[in-house]
């Protein structure tokens, strides 16, 4: 018999009779004939079938996706009602700023109320500023208030005073805000107003917000013409619309995701610029901005959603997940102190994350962008009914 394992043979020898090194022998050939039939499972059955879960978000729309299912995909069944729930709900009012933590919201095809309604322009470029280049705009905190405004207040060392938008500007109120014509956010145009505080000569919002940034800015609030969103890989006729957000209406991320980060995390420390404090900081989940953190499916379960509706299943709109949300370099911002890590989490995320988005296969991805398909009303707790897995 050939001596197969050469390492534990030698060390067998200088224990062992050759009688007992036959038997050794004997032992591994017999472990050896158990564990091939295991990899032969597992690669011909069992990682197909995770492939083919991923490849699966193919080509589809909104419309026609309840009738394309054709591909004999052993797809894993969704989880069972109750086993999935709300429990964060997120708004951004003004793009890049704080975000608010609020037990229920309403929202529209467009995305929650009130979230990205509002975002910062640089005055002289009419470029959209984010937290990427001025990661300190995180400190900002713009509040919903009950009387109908939007109130936006500064870090006290800022030496900004507070001032106050209204919600709801009427025709008559935007008819005497200046006009922004011409933006563009990423690739696709969008309209805005320059938005005016409610109180303080016309200008005072713009004078504020100009002595945080360190130079002329505006705050802009979202006008009435839709902004028409991109087409994603697994939806290529998507025609959907949305506000100031990155692109998409909402993002869904599960709480369990950040816990994988951080334990990815933990094992890249001292390595790649990723500092020592990193053995034990958190990565909280408000780095990624998402509108409805959910738990209970464990991390990234949201990947292999495709359709899910959230409270009533009988009344709640289809909520459509129409692709992964592919990150930058803002989760490097900590959202409660404005400073950006020159690595993490990007550089953990690019690690474990990339591949997953067929038009950037490069680029990391956390969390999944979704299309509500009508008005509804969510709340914390609320029960999330997976409707359809990719
Ligand atoms: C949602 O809209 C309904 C009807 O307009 C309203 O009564 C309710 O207060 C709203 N809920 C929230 C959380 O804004
Ligand atoms: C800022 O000032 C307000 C009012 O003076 C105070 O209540 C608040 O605690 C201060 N915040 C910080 C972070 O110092
Ligand atoms: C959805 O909600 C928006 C904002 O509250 C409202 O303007 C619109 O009419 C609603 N659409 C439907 C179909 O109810």
Redesign the pocket.
């Known amino acids: 018999m050939v001596q197969l394992p050469y390492a534990s043979g030698f060390f067998w020898t200088a224990l062992t009779s050759r009688h007992e090194l036959l038997v050794t022998n004997t032992a591994c050939w017999a472990l050896v004939a158990a564990i091939i039939p295991i990899f032969a499972i597992y690669f011909t059955i069992w990682k197909p079938s995770r492939l083919s879960r991923v490849k699966s978000s193919g080509i589809r729309t909104l419309a026609s996706s309840s009738t394309m299912e054709s591909s004999p995909i052993i797809k894993r069944s969704p989880p069972k009602p109750g086993v999935i729930t709300v429990s964060k709900i997120l708004i951004h009012p003004i793009k890049s700023c704080k975000g608010l933590s609020v037990e229920?919201?309403?929202y529209t095809h467009e995305g929650l109320?009130n979230d990205r309604l509002w975002c910062v322009i640089d005055a002289t470029k009419r470029t959209v500023i984010t937290a990427r280049e001025s990661p300190k705009m995180v400190l900002i905190l713009p509040t919903v208030k009950s009387d109908g405004t939007l109130r936006v207040s500064f870090p006290n060392d800022s030496g900004c005073e507070p001032f106050s938008v209204p919600l709801n500007p009427d025709e008559e109120v935007m008819r005497t805000w200046e006009s922004i014509p011409d933006l563009k956010l990423w690739s696709t145009p969008i309209d805005g107003y320059i938005s005016e505080a409610i109180s303080g000569p016309k200008g005072t919002a713009s004078a504020i917000l100009s002595k945080y940034f360190e130079k002329p800015v505006h705050l802009l609030f979202k006008g009435p013409e839709p902004r028409i969103v991109e087409p994603t890989a697994a939806f290529p006729d998507l025609a959907a619309t949305s506000k100031y957000q990155d692109m998409y209406p909402m993002l869904i991320l599960s709480e369990e995701s950040t816990i994988e980060v951080e334990k990815q995390l933990r094992g890249y420390v001292g390595t790649q610029g990723i500092e020592e404090r990193w053995k034990s900081d958190s990565i909280v989940i408000e780095r990624f901005r998402p509108n409805i953190v959910v738990k209970g499916g464990g991390p990234f379960a949201e990947d292999e959603w495709e359709e899910i509706s959230i409270g009533d299943p009988g009344s709640a709109p289809r909520i459509t997940l129409v692709s992964k949300c592919t990150r930058c370099l803002l989760p490097n911002v900590d959202p409660a102190t404005g400073e950006k890590d020159k690595a993490v989490p990007f550089k953990v995320l690019m690690k474990f994350r990339t591949g997953l988005d067929p038009k950037h296969k490069m680029k990391a991805c956390v969390g999944c962008n979704a299309v509500p398909s009508g008005n509804g009303?969510l709340r914390v707790g609320d029960i999330v009914h997976v409707r359809k897995m990719i």
Do not use: A, G, I, M
Request: aromatic residues 0%.
């Open positions: 229920s919201v309403n109320e009303t």
